[in-house]
């Protein structure tokens, strides 16, 4: 049995003013990147 990998694109949406946000949310891209050069985890960002 071959494993398959399919691709997901990131939930990522521009809005009017160009600003990045994450999925549904009014979390912005610029947030996440932040707090994740600050030394976060990904189970902590969630």
């Known amino acids: 049995m071959a494993l398959s990998i399919k ?3 990131a ?3 521009t809005n ?3 600003v990045v946000r994450v999925g549904k949310t009014r979390v912005t891209l610029d947030t996440v990147v932040a707090v994740f050069k600050q ?3 990904a189970e ?3």
């Open 39 to 41: 030394g976060a985890t």
């Open 7 to 9: 691709p997901e694109p």
């Open 44 to 46: 902590e960002i969630v």
């Open 16 to 18: 009017v003013d160009g």
């Open 11 to 13: 939930p990522l949406k």
